[in-house]
């Protein structure tokens, strides 16, 4: 009887395993997917869109890995990277709302005879 349940307590240590490291997997093709977005455009939206899904797909994987390794201090680390990747979200929005801007404004005085 004990024999069983060491058995079976093997084998779900092992699919928690497999279905760890297959999750990693497909969030790492994730991110390059959302990179490829990144870099390809074909707008700036389209761009600030798949860097803050690349930061959330981080995140994700960081969590999984704190799951996987059992080590607490990867929470704390996924946190501080959700607000520096919040943060950076923020500020490329800012600066491509500015940029909008200025060239709207530009069009405008060139329309105005």
């Given at each position: 009887m004990?024999v ?5 307590a093997?084998v ?5 395993y ?5 999750a990693?997997l497909l969030?790492?093709?994730?991110v ?6 990144a870099?390809?455009?074909p ?15 981080v995140?994700v ?6 799951l996987?390794?059992?080590?607490g ?5 996924c946190?501080i990277?959700?607000?520096?990747s ?6 490329l ?5 500015g ?7 530009k ?7």
């Open positions: 004990t069983t349940v060491e058995l079976a093997a779900l240590e092992k699919a928690r497999t279905v760890f490291v297959g990693l969030l790492g093709f994730f390059v997917c959302c990179f490829i977005r870099v390809k455009g707008r700036v939206a389209d761009r600030i869109v798949a860097v803050n899904m690349i930061g959330t797909l995140m994987i960081i969590a999984i890995l704190a996987l390794l059992e080590e201090y990867l929470v704390d680390i946190i990277y959700a607000m520096i919040f943060l950076s979200v923020v500020v929005t800012k600066v491509y709302m940029v909008y801007q200025e060239k709207r404004e069009e405008e005085k060139k329309d105005v005879p």
